[in-house]
């Protein structure tokens, strides 16, 4: 009978296959592979099972290609010898495979080049951007684009007598930095502020609201005249208001020009507006890469007018009516208390920024909003208004619900210094939240009448960042020109803005400059002498 002899098995407690290397199979070579490569590629001793275009180079190995499995083995490495040594047969596709991806690249550049021209009014049939006119086409409009970029005027005339004592250039301000700033301390707060309504956080293209004007009275009063910042002078040395710092940190994203006064008076520094500026005016479209009308309905200076004119009106609309916030002392800037008052507090902080500089800043909050502990939160409230769908390249009524990033990205990019100037003043002032309304027309030709589409609402440090307003970097520049003013002596400075290039310059002008006929008539007036004319006495009251 045949006799059955049961095979050997291994068990291998630790792990799984043989526990040795059989004697016939000791000493062969092995093809090494790495972690990434597929089972399939190891099993293919054939080289050809993965010939489809998709999957060319998804099984290569690491090592090369070729013929590396195919070869024999005699018991000696000496008889080791390669049984093909010619370069393997490459497909059609791989032969020309950075010709089709050139070809590809090229393909898609025409196409992205032709939808250009559509949207510069210059659309061209397929095949006609090649050659000459392709290169001519593309210089056009880089000189068109030079063309665009107009020549500006200073916000204030130079005169020859002015001295530059100081110019300060953007790429230079970009670098600075000045971390770890403290956490303000509170010396005064003032005025009372409305309770956000917040049903209008609801507000969709869809339910638009009309947009109401109201008569409330907003005080725009400069560093100097501020009646607060005279009785804290004794407790810091450098003094401002939150647009004027603000403006100041953020200066590297201007394009439009402006100034501030800077007087110097002991060893204190006052940082003052103009008194006839549009300082206070909001610019639109700032840094959009197609400047504005001189003239007509969407100018420059008419559409800032018509954004502080609805930035104001939305600010006091969305509030609550009839339930106020009052701080510690009453707002220092009312007269009478029958005034219709725009809902506003004051908090005047004080910041240290070492080296023995004390910044006093004159602090806003437009509204409060009661949190879910029942917490007071501070917001700042502010507007975006759409002036025409086709200058902004995107139609607010069609994207703002399903699209919103997208219309913040658009307005960050026209907007970016407003809204950097804005985030600056929330995180200034310690505000919880920042609020956006987006406020359009209800026609493009009339700019009187707006609705309001939608808001959104950001934490300042947070929108910071997303914005990429380096915090740090606004208290470097800050430093640098409080100590640049420090080493002046005492008299008035200026600091503007240049019209046309990326620099901050700084003159020496007279200290009767920009002061008003009014007082200038009062000092001659006490100049005169003591005579006791009733003539003289009058015009001194007045």
């Given at each position: 009978m045949a006799h059955f002899r049961p095979p050997e098995i291994q068990d291998n407690p630790d792990g799984w296959g043989p526990c040795a290397v059989p004697a016939r199979f000791k000493d062969i070579p092995y093809q090494p592979f790495s972690k990434g490569d597929r089972i399939g590629k190891v099993a293919d001793w054939t080289g050809?099972?993965?010939?489809?275009?998709?999957?060319?180079?998804?099984?290569?190995?690491?090592?090369?290609?070729?013929?590396?499995?195919?070869?024999?083995?005699?018991?000696?490495?000496?008889?080791?010898?390669?049984?093909?040594?010619?370069?393997?047969?490459?497909?059609?596709?791989?032969?020309?495979?950075?010709?089709?991806?050139?070809?590809?690249?090229?393909?898609?550049?025409?196409?992205?080049?032709?939808?250009?021209?559509?949207?510069?009014?210059?659309?061209?049939?397929?095949?006609?951007?090649?050659?000459?006119?392709?290169?001519?086409?593309?210089?056009?409009?880089?000189?068109?684009?030079?063309?665009?970029?107009?020549?500006?005027?200073?916000?204030?005339?130079?005169?020859?007598?002015?001295?530059v004592l100081?110019?300060?250039?953007?790429?230079?301000?970009?670098?600075?930095?000045?971390?770890?700033?403290?956490?303000?301390?509170?010396?005064?707060?003032?005025?009372?502020?409305?309770?956000?309504?917040?049903?209008?956080d609801r507000i969709t293209t869809r339910n638009e609201i009309p947009l109401e004007v109201n008569n409330k009275i907003f005080h725009k009063v400069t560093t100097t005249d501020d009646p607060v910042i005279r009785k804290l002078a004794s407790k810091g040395n450098v003094f401002g208001t939150d647009t004027i710092i603000s403006t100041l940190m953020t200066c590297t994203r201007s394009v439009n020009p402006w100034d501030v006064i800077v007087q110097r008076v002991g060893n204190k520094l006052f940082f003052d507006k103009r008194d006839d500026s549009e300082f206070d005016l909001l610019t639109v479209n700032e840094t959009a890469w197609d400047p504005l009308a001189e003239e007509g309905l969407n100018s420059a200076s008419n559409l800032a007018l018509e954004a502080t004119f609805i930035n104001q009106n939305f600010s006091q609309q969305c509030l609550r009516k009839g339930e106020k916030l009052s701080f510690d002392h009453p707002n220092p800037f009312v007269e009478d208390e029958q005034e219709p008052v725009a809902s506003v507090a004051y908090r005047y902080r004080k910041f240290e920024l070492g080296d023995g500089i004390n910044l006093i800043v004159r602090?806003?909050?437009?509204?409060?909003?009661?949190?879910?502990?029942?917490?007071?939160?501070?917001?700042?409230?502010?507007?975006?208004?759409?002036?025409?769908?086709?200058?902004?390249?995107?139609?607010?009524?069609?994207?703002?619900?399903?699209?919103?990033g997208s219309v913040l990205a658009t307005e960050l990019k026209n907007n970016s210094c407003k809204l950097a100037k804005w985030t600056c003043s929330a995180i200034l002032a310690g505000s919880e939240y920042l609020k956006l309304g987006y406020v359009s027309r209800i026609t493009a030709v009339d700019s009187s009448k707006h609705v309001i589409l939608g808001t959104q609402q950001f934490k300042p440090k947070e929108f910071a960042d997303q914005i990429a307003l380096n915090m740090d970097n606004g208290w470097g520049i800050l430093r640098v020109i409080i100590d640049t003013c420090m080493k002046l002596p005492e008299g008035k400075y200026l600091i503007l803005r240049d019209p046309n290039?990326?620099?901050?310059?700084?003159?020496?002008?007279?200290?009767?400059?920009?002061?008003?006929?009014?007082?200038?008539?009062?000092?001659?007036?006490?100049?005169?002498?003591?005579?006791?004319d009733e003539a003289d006495e009058k015009k001194r009251e007045k």
């Open positions: 050809n099972a993965y010939q489809d275009r998709k999957y060319t180079n998804k099984y290569a190995s690491q090592f090369g290609a070729g013929s590396q499995y195919a070869y024999y083995h005699e018991g000696d490495e000496s008889a080791f010898q390669l049984v093909d040594t010619s370069k393997p047969h490459k497909t059609a596709y791989q032969r020309n495979k950075q010709r089709f991806n050139n070809a590809k690249l090229k393909r898609e550049r025409e196409k992205q080049q032709r939808k250009e021209a559509i949207m510069m009014g210059q659309a061209q049939t397929k095949g006609k951007m090649k050659g000459k006119f392709q290169r001519h086409w593309t210089r056009s409009r880089y000189n068109d684009r030079q063309n665009n970029q107009k020549q500006r005027n200073a916000s204030v005339a130079v005169r020859e007598e002015w001295k100081e110019d300060m250039d953007f790429p230079r301000l970009a670098k600075l930095k000045l971390p770890d700033i403290q956490d303000p301390t509170d010396l005064y707060n003032a005025g009372a502020v409305d309770y956000y309504d917040k049903s209008y602090c806003e909050h437009d509204s409060v909003l009661q949190g879910p502990s029942g917490e007071n939160l501070f917001v700042n409230i502010k507007t975006l208004n759409e002036w025409d769908s086709k200058a902004s390249g995107i139609a607010w009524r069609a994207k703002l619900d399903s699209q919103g290039k990326g620099v901050i310059l700084l003159y020496d002008i007279p200290d009767n400059t920009f002061e008003s006929e009014e007082e200038s008539s009062e000092e001659e007036s006490e100049d005169e002498g003591d005579g006791d």
